[in-house]
């Protein structure tokens, strides 16, 4: 994952009420066998340095993958055909 932080906000509209920068995220790897790229943008408040959005973005991806692994694999989710709200 590389990220970079961009605090030069000339040319965004002053409508985002306190933002602080914005984040590039780069993901490359290999998945099932197969390569893949993908790119993911994020607005903040508060600017930090690339290592630290890199941590706390890969925190909160862990819990996300951990919690969707017990949904589907212990409470069978996926395979739910209950409609989600």
Known sequence: MTVSV???LRGISGEWV???CLVK????????????QQLAYY?????????QFAQGIRGHWG?????HWVKDVVL??????IPSQ
Not at 43 to 51: E, M
Not at 76 to 81: A, G, K, P
């Open 63 to 67: 819990i996300e993958n951990r919690l």
């Open 6 to 8: 961009f605090d030069d």
């Open 43 to 51: 607005i903040s408040s508060k600017c930090l340095d690339a290592a």
């Open 25 to 36: 995220v780069e993901r490359i790897g290999t998945r099932a066998g197969k390569p893949y």
């Open 18 to 20: 306190g933002l602080a």
């Open 76 to 81: 069978d989710e996926d395979s739910s055909r």
